[in-house]
């Protein structure tokens, strides 16, 4: 196989298998911890200069529009996906980005599936699914919907006994030791050259680095890399984003109401305020996170721009073309100003419309650049990295281009 060109990028051919994992929420942090507490006896081998590094993620700071980032390989200006939801300005409606329609780039997996390689992706939530596995040829179910999936939709029929475990609950931990079970299982039998796990936040919205309840997540997730590591597949980590606590002193929600704001100061029905982050599973963030987009006419953007700006708890209120500029995002696809939080302080739009009954622990998240630092692990040494500024999207790259042939 002759090296293979997706969106501007080369990728030599797949010589050992490739396990590419996506750890949803995963900060540094939780897996420094974890290591330091002995909780991750493989993972902590590999926090080492050489196979551990630091990145960037894309802002904002989202599931959906990282994981394509990294399969694409391209930042969203490029992929088209920025976030769950965005603003139809011709239709006039909210609508939400998880159709492959929206995307604007080809995936790395089916540029490696088109070539002939055997692909595979698991992916926890089924928001995801269709998204990533857009023109692959190959393997590709998420946990959810594992006991749905169809020889002809996901390339398999038997997800649930494959995987060996019962479907769980989209709010729980299992959810994505399914991802793992299934991709070890996979190797096993299958032996894909290709594979992409991406798992789900739920317990980073939960419990922060060095936490009983983080530790024993990653411990799971340590046996099943481990046990990939001896199958000799060649893995490469990321993270779609890190995750902060998002709270006052006193445990309450740090929340910045801005549609509430907003009318306040120009009437209501006036500006439109859109949360990206905005899914149909919210019951652990609320719906709140660190980026928003604003749409309001043109006569009324730099004065609320300058309000919004002067508030405290907001860190940037940035136009459509520099925010799009800064952090490399279709123009299309975002309002007229860019909101971005501190890194304890949630946006929201009114607050008649969260509902924040379902958190039952003190709120943590994301979406802003407070959580762009992620990490890039990798099980073999990386060469030629040290200096770059990395980001999550070079994950392919350095595991097919840069790590050397020994373990
Ligand atoms: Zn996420």
């Not at 330091?36 to 630091?54: C, M, R």
């Amino acid at each position: 196989m002759s090296p293979i060109e997706v969106n501007g990028r080369r990728y030599r051919p797949i010589a050992a298998p490739l396990v590419a994992v996506c750890v949803d929420g995963c900060e540094y942090e939780y897996l420094v911890e974890a290591a330091e507490a002995g909780a991750t006896p493989f993972l902590a081998k590999l926090l080492a200069p050489g196979t551990a590094f630091i990145g960037d993620c894309v802002v904002p700071s989202f599931t959906n529009p990282n994981n394509l980032s990294i399969v694409t390989g391209v930042p969203p200006s490029v992929h088209g996906i920025c976030g769950n939801y965005f603003y139809d300005r011709e239709a006039g409606a909210e609508v939400m980005m998880n159709d492959p329609k929206y995307l604007r780039a080809g995936t790395i997996l089916a540029a490696f599936s088109e070539a002939g390689a055997k692909v595979a992706v698991v992916t926890a939530k089924e928001k995801l699914r269709k998204l990533l596995g857009h023109r692959m040829r190959g393997i590709c179910f998420s946990s959810e919907k594992a006991a749905e999936a169809t020889l002809g939709e996901n390339g398999i029929e038997d997800a649930v006994a494959l995987a060996g475990m019962p479907v769980p609950s989209v709010y729980s931990a299992e959810l994505s030791e399914f991802v793992f079970a299934a991709g070890v299982r996979l190797m096993e039998t299958r032996r894909p050259d290709l594979m992409y796990l991406s798992t789900t936040d739920y317990i980073q919205h939960k419990f922060a680095p060095g936490s009983a309840g983080a530790n024993a997540f990653y411990a799971m997730m340590d046996r099943y890399l481990a046990r990939l590591d001896a199958l000799g597949a060649v893995i490469a980590l990321t993270a779609d984003h890190g995750m902060n606590a998002k709270t006052r002193a006193d445990g309450s929600p740090n929340v910045i109401y801005l549609q509430d704001a907003i009318d306040g100061w120009i009437g209501r029905e006036r500006a439109r305020v859109i949360l990206p982050i905005t899914d149909p599973y919210v019951v652990h963030h609320g719906a709140l996170g660190s980026f928003a987009t604003v749409y309001l006419d043109p006569a009324e953007r730099d004065p609320v721009a300058r309000k919004l700006a002067a508030m405290e708890g907001i860190d940037l209120v940035l136009d459509n073309a520099t925010a799009c500029r800064r952090f490399e995002l279709p123009r299309d696809r975002m309002g007229d100003l860019v909101v971005v939080s501190a890194k304890h302080a949630v946006l929201g739009t009114s607050e008649a419309r969260h509902d924040l009954s379902g958190l039952d622990a003190p709120l943590r998240s994301h979406g802003g650049v407070s959580e762009q630092r992620v990490p890039l692990l990798f099980n073999r040494r990386a060469g030629g990295v040290e200096g770059l500024r990395l980001r999550n999207f070079d994950l392919f790259d350095i595991a097919l281009n840069r790590l050397e042939g020994e373990r």
